[in-house]
């Protein structure tokens, strides 16, 4: 685990220690290849942008810390017993019902959610939704079992090419940026993380793409990567890569096809943090995007070499 935490967002959150504001301690899971880095878990990743954009609008004040997931310390181990990601570690400040938050460390993954809501002051749009019957959050918060049946290749792609459409769908039906709005939500928070494992992990190992019909949703992963909330809390491809490897039986579909699953060795720390440029073309020509020959594209992701001001703390 990191030995000192690493302020995020905007680099200068130095609030007084008599300040109401709430302050806490994040810790995520670390990478499976050097056990000091942001790992690849997509909870961890979706209370980091939570943080992050709490972080932003002076919300919160907030450090965040790896955990090896090969040795955790034994003091966090005390601390976390659930074994809940992110975990969350109160050290001052007060809640929006005036109570202090020192102290406070959850005993399960809903702790976590009401304690975001709880040092959400002045950000309605991350609230979770409360009524998901009609809401956009309630038909898509299947896609990571939908994702993971199609990995182990117990489920057609169809079925999670339905569940991309209905973010297609919202997004026409909306005319927004994000899917609540012109700004990332809570439910943006949860779909973007999970987007990003489909697009790395699903084009390696099941060779699945996005359909390049779905303008909407690649217009949807443009913007994101160009907000900071997500772009800085990504982790690296291999990474991602490595984090299916290891959840998977050797009977799984992606196995069969000989793939060796080496990650992290010799190599540049990357991040798919662009869509394709050909698909971006078709976003930005509208009788580009008439022409139906594009759909047979097979875009080449782009990544990009990791960032030396990555803020995410080492061991």
């Known amino acids: 685990m990191s030995d000192d935490g690493a302020d995020v967002a905007n680099g200068t959150q130095q609030q007084e220690e008599t300040s109401d504001i709430p302050k806490f301690h994040l810790y995520i899971r670390a990478s499976l290849i050097d056990n000091e880095t942001q790992g690849a878990c ?10 992050y954009i709490l972080a932003q609008e002076k919300n919160v004040d907030f450090k965040v810390w790896t955990v090896s997931q090969v040795n ?4 966090f181990k005390d601390k976390n017993q ?4 992110p975990f969350i570690e109160g050290i001052s400040g007060k809640d929006i019902s005036g109570q202090s938050i020192a102290g406070f460390m959850p005993e399960s993954a809903d702790k976590v959610e009401d304690f975001f809501d709880s040092v959400n002051f002045d950000c309605p749009h991350l609230k979770r939704p409360k009524n998901l019957k009609d809401h956009i959050l309630g038909k898509i918060d299947g896609i990571s079992t939908q994702f993971n049946g199609f990995m182990k290749g117990v489920k057609s792609e169809n079925v999670l090419t339905n569940i991309l459409q209905k973010v297609e769908d919202h997004l026409d039906s909306n005319g927004t940026t994000f899917l609540e709005g012109d700004s990332l939500s809570y439910t943006d928070c949860f779909l973007l993380p999970r987007l990003q ?3 790395v992990a699903g084009r390696y190992f099941r060779d699945y ?10 217009r949807y992963l443009r913007d994101a990567y160009d907000t900071p909330a997500f772009s800085e809390t990504l982790p690296t491809d291999d990474d991602l890569l490595k984090f299916h ?14 793939i060796k699953g080496v990650f992290g060795v010799d190599q540049a720390a990357t991040r798919t943090n662009k869509i394709p440029d050909e698909i971006s073309n078709i976003l930005d020509n509208s009788n580009v995007a008439s022409n139906g020959d594009q759909e047979d594209d097979e875009p080449e992701y782009e990544n990009q070499p990791e960032s030396e001001e990555q803020q995410v703390a080492d061991d």
């Open 209 to 218: 793409k996005i359909p390049s019909s779905m303008k909407n949703v690649w």
């Open 72 to 75: 955790p310390p034994s003091d």
């Open 42 to 51: 997509p909870m961890s990743q979706q209370g980091f942008m939570l943080s």
């Open 245 to 258: 490897w290891v959840r998977f039986a050797d009977t799984s579909e992606f196995r069969k096809k000989g």
């Open 82 to 85: 659930a074994k809940v990601y």
């Open 197 to 199: 494992h489909i697009v």
